[in-house]
């Protein structure tokens, strides 16, 4: 499991998590509020990267924040 640094975005904390999955990688986001409250997002897509998938999460995440349509990954 491969964990990058956390993120800030609008007073809200982003982890990101890219769990390896065979030749491939998941991604997973938690976002905690500024009232301390989590929510996971559960299994994001498959990657061919960590990196990748990680980059995804916190796309997905920030999207979510601005009440966005989740970005799509190719």
Not at 1 to 16: C, E, H, N, P, W
Not at 26 to 37: F, H, K, N, S
């Amino acid at each position: 499991m491969t964990q990058f640094k956390d993120v800030i975005y609008k007073g809200r904390v982003l982890s990101a998590t890219a769990v390896p999955e065979q030749d491939r990688y998941t991604a997973m986001l938690i976002v905690r509020e500024p009232d301390g409250t989590r929510r996971s997002s559960g299994m994001l897509g498959e990657f061919a990267s960590a990196t990748g998938a990680v980059r995804y999460a916190f796309a997905y995440g920030m999207a979510e924040i601005d009440h966005r349509q989740s970005v799509q990954h190719a």
